[in-house]
């Protein structure tokens, strides 16, 4: 993980990550929230063991982490990773 996070390795190479947080946020974040309003799943946080990167999800990965297929403690194989900039303000 770090060699990827470093570009001294490509991300496209097989990884077993763990999960280590699913994280929630409010698609709609308006003024007036009701208190039945449901969160989504937003990302999630993965880890080697050693260090964690929080990840984007696509919408098959969306439907297992809300199905509960995916939850804290996956293992997930991961083949043909994309690395996004980092963007800082």
């Given at each position: 993980?770090?060699?990827?996070?470093?570009?001294?390795?490509?991300?496209?190479?097989?990884?077993?990550?763990?999960?280590?947080?699913?994280?929630w946020?409010?698609?709609?974040e308006?003024?007036?929230?009701?208190?039945?309003?449901?969160?989504?799943?937003?990302?999630?946080?993965?880890t080697?063991?050693?260090?964690?990167?929080?990840?984007?999800?696509?919408l098959?990965?969306k439907?297992?982490?809300?199905?509960?297929?995916?939850?804290?403690?996956?293992?997930l194989?991961?083949t043909?990773?994309?690395?996004?900039?980092?963007?800082?303000?």
């Open positions: 993980m770090k060699r990827i996070q470093e570009q001294d390795s490509s991300s496209t190479l097989p990884l077993v990550l763990v999960v280590s947080q699913v994280r946020g409010d698609p709609n308006t003024e007036e929230q009701s208190e039945s309003a449901e969160l989504s799943i937003i990302g999630l946080e993965l080697d063991g050693w260090y964690r990167i929080r990840a984007n999800i696509d098959t990965l439907s297992a982490c809300e199905r509960g297929k995916i939850v804290v403690g996956t293992k194989s991961i043909g990773a994309r690395v996004s900039p980092i963007l800082v303000f």
